[in-house]
């Protein structure tokens, strides 16, 4: 049974910085890609990053691009991400994904963690 487990989130300050965690049990991550997608109450879940698992291939929204850093380990099957400069409006529950094509659509998705919640006070 393939899942994925988030970690790292938190309380933090506006300016501050947090690295998030996405481990993988059950599937071998290196044949795939991960995103990284949050929500915000009230709103659409949002792409934020992805990472194909062989090669060096990543992407970002625009809106991220520049504060956040997607990188991964795959001895580990692990997948991270680093985000700088957090504001009051990154506050919201982040996920990691699985999907087999690059894409920035959730859709695309098929396996998703269960959140870590991330707060940024201002």
């Known amino acids: 049974q393939v899942r994925l487990v988030e970690s790292g989130g938190g309380l933090v300050q506006a300016g501050g910085s947090l690295r998030l965690s996405c481990a993988a049990s059950g599937r071998t991550l290196s044949a795939y890609v991960m995103g990284w997608f949050r929500q915000a109450p009230g709103k659409e879940r949002e792409f934020l990053a992805g990472i194909k698992m062989s090669g060096s291939s990543t992407f970002y929204a625009e809106s991220v691009k520049g504060r956040l850093t997607i990188a991964r380990d795959n001895a580990n099957n692990t997948v991270y991400l680093e985000m700088n400069s957090l504001r009051p409006e990154d506050t919201a529950v982040y996920y990691c994904?699985?999907?087999?094509?690059?894409?920035?659509?959730?859709?695309?998705?098929?396996?998703w963690g269960q959140g870590t919640q991330v707060t940024v006070s201002s």
């Open positions: 994904a699985s999907s087999r094509v690059l894409s920035v659509v959730k859709a695309s998705y098929d396996i």
